[in-house]
DNA sequence: TTTTGAGTTGTTCGA
DNA sequence: GTCGAACAACTCAAA
């Protein structure tokens, strides 16, 4: 009887384009499927509520699709560095297989991993699934990082294209006897009180959701793109996010998939149907590729002359961001969609980010870890470059005069309201003239709308105006401090 | 080494 | 109402 492998399922809950996993089935013995939930292993960075909620349904859909092709998921409780090692000698695998990870405490514990198990006679293979480039392969001239998207993408478009997705497994082999598992439900991963009916109606994690929300992308969306993605208010954009956060599509499956379907649509030569939304995509690799390179920058700005910028310390505004009472119904709508489906459009992002970092003051660091707790696609590298990019410290930042401006980034964005009437039901009554400033609207129009400034629908906790002129000074403030 | 061109997503003001 | 310029200066990447 040969000795089985052990296969490591983290961030890659997917049987579809999965090399390690292939790799561990052409080793030829029964492989056994793992996953180890280990909160301790992720360091500052434990998976907030809503990722939990995800993990949880993602596992359960990928234990059912194990069990279609004769296997089956054993989950262990962490740390990883303990339970790896406990069930090779448990299961006598001989072999142990993972795809790796980038996260810089990630990459050192696995590093760690490796050398240890070795240590014990294993055989340890690592792959590559679920960037398109890893971060060090991708070099300006001079053999440094790349800091600037555009160079970056030139380099990577210059690369041999990403390998062909593999195909799913038929079958996985079967040892002759399953280690235990712990049931998914002690894992406790579900909220105790139930307030994920929003996520629920919104999402369907595993594999099979992520391949269809793929196909209506392409049908739907992926033409259309370069317009549609900016309107919160349709459903323009590929919502897989979280999907490529837990692995369970790969970037390399839609690499491929959208230049196929660029083929098929639209043959021409050099026509660039796809390529607005692959340049995105590419965005979630200069992500990495910055964490890789500079792993302080989750907590700390890139341009360190952000050090010593006065950010402010606001509880009562905070939490007026965070529960969608800001006063600025568009702002409110992005925080509200966020609080009930863990997601939020990235046009909104951008603009709720603007708000908290520019207009409350408040540091890019409180913002990021609202989002990393509520984002079901919450993820270390893609959160870190958005909120510098916006608080304008980090690589290829924003301009620091650049202020969003949350009445007119709504009346381009969401000309007709719809995306604010579905999410602050209250101002649902406005006309779409005053909808995105009720503070503006002449009393009766209020009245009509059943709508009470201060009693049902708050106030704007800060003037824009005067808020983005305090900003620009001390932005500009900053800016000679570091002159200096 | 030095130089040159360029850089995701905006807003406001004044002509 | 529309349009272009100004809003800075810096740093990156490549020649």
Redesign the pocket.
């Known amino acids: 009887m040969t000795a089985p492998s052990l296969f490591w399922f983290r961030n890659d809950l997917r049987l579809t384009d999965n090399p390690a996993l292939a790799a561990a089935i052409a080793r030829g013995a029964p492989v056994i499927p793992v996953f180890i939930w280990a909160p301790e292993d992720e360091g500052d960075w434990p998976a907030g509520g809503a990722t939990r909620w995800w993990q949880h349904h993602s596992l359960a859909e990928l234990d059912s699709r194990l069990r279609v092709c004769g296997s089956r998921l054993t989950i262990r409780r962490g740390p990883a560095s303990q339970i790896v090692p406990e069930l090779a000698r448990e299961t006598g695998a001989q072999a142990v297989f993972w795809n790796r990870r980038y996260e810089p405490a990630l990459t050192a514990s696995d590093a760690q991993l490796k050398t240890d198990l070795k240590r014990l006679g294993l055989e340890v293979e690592s792959h590559a699934a679920n960037l398109l480039f890893e971060p060090w392969t991708i070099q ?3 053999g ?12 990577c478009l210059a690369q041999p294209e990403p390998a062909l997705p593999h195909p799913a497994p038929q079958a996985l082999p079967a040892p002759a006897k399953w280690p235990t598992t712990i049931p998914l439900d002690q894992l406790e991963l579900l909220p105790r009180i139930p307030w994920d009916s929003g996520l629920r109606q919104a999402w369907r994690p595993g594999e099979a959701g992520a391949l269809d929300e793929l196909q209506r992308f392409l049908k739907q969306g992926v033409a259309d793109y370069p317009v549609e ?2 309107r919160p208010d349709h459903v323009g954009t590929s919502r897989l996010s979280p999907y490529l956060h837990f692995g369970e599509i790969g970037p390399r499956q839609i690499w491929h998939a959208v230049r196929e379907f660029a083929r098929r649509t639209a043959p021409r030569e050099g026509d660039t149907v796809g390529e607005p939304y692959l ?2 995509l590419v ?1 979630r690799e ?1 992500a990495f590729h910055l964490l890789y390179h500079f792993p302080q920058t989750p907590t700390a700005p890139l ?1 360190e ?1 952000f050090n010593a910028f006065p950010w402010q310390t606001n509880r009562r505004a905070l939490q007026a961001w965070q529960r969608g009472q800001t006063g600025y119904p568009y702002i409110d709508a992005g925080m509200r969609e966020l609080w009930h489906t863990g997601w939020m459009h ?2 909104v992002r ?2 709720t980010a603007s708000f908290l970092v520019k207009d409350l003051l408040i540091s890019w660091q409180e913002g990021a870890r609202w989002f990393w707790d509520t984002l079901v696609d919450a993820d270390l590298a893609n959160n870190t ?2 909120w510098q ?2 608080a304008g410290c980090g ?2 930042a ?12 709504a009346t ?1 964005f969401d000309p007709e309201g719809v995306y604010v009437r579905r999410w602050v039901p209250e101002l649902a009554k406005l006309p779409t003239k005053w909808l995105h400033q009720p503070w503006d609207a002449p009393r009766s129009v209020l009245a009509d709308a059943g709508v009470s400034l201060g009693k049902n629908y708050p106030r704007p906790i800060v003037d ?2 005067e808020a ?1 002129t305090l900003a ?1 000074e001390a932005l ?1 403030q900053t ?1 000679r401090d ?2 200096r």
Request: without cysteine.
């Open positions: 300006t001239g001079g440094t990082p790349f800091q600037v998207f555009t160079p970056f993408w030139r380099k993605r900016d340049r995105q965005w200069f341009r002359a990235n046009r951008m603009a470059l958005g990019w916006t690589a290829d924003a301009p620091y005069f650049r202020v969003f401006n949350p009445v007119t980034q381009k824009h105006a983005r620009l500009a800016q570091k002159a």
